[in-house]
C-alpha cells in the first residue's frame, strides 16, 4: 500500500471531486476575499445565493471552515488552505 499524505495526496490521485459550480465559489471567495453566510438554509457568498447543499460539499471537502466570529444564528465560512490548494490543483 502506498504511502499517502493526508488529504492532499487523496485529491492528486483522484481528482477535487468538486463542481464547476462548487469551484466557482471558492473561486469568488479567494477573489474578493469574501466569505460565506449561511442562516438557517439560506447561504450566500457576496450577493450570490447559494444552496445549503453546495455549502455542505465544500465542508466535506475541507476546503472551507468556520469562521470565528460565527454565531448561533449565522454561520460565517472563510476559505482555507486546502481549498485554495483545491483551485490550484484545478489551474483556477
Not at 462548487?22 to 447559494?50: F, K
Not at 466570529?69 to 481549498?83: E, L, Q, V, W
Request: proline content about 2%; overall charge positive.
Amino acid at each position: 500500500m502506498p504511502k499517502t499524505d493526508g488529504a492532499l495526496s487523496v485529491i492528486k490521485a483522484f481528482g477535487t471531486g468538486l463542481t464547476a459550480r462548487q469551484l466557482w465559489i471558492l473561486q469568488t471567495m479567494r477573489d474578493e476575499e469574501g466569505e460565506i453566510m449561511q442562516c438557517n438554509l439560506s447561504a450566500y457568498v457576496g450577493e450570490h445565493p447559494l444552496s445549503a447543499r453546495s455549502v455542505l460539499a465544500l465542508l466535506r471537502a475541507a476546503a472551507i471552515s468556520v469562521d470565528q466570529f460565527s454565531d448561533k444564528a449565522c454561520k460565517r465560512y472563510t476559505i482555507n488552505a486546502t481549498g485554495l490548494n483545491l483551485l490550484e490543483k484545478e489551474g483556477k
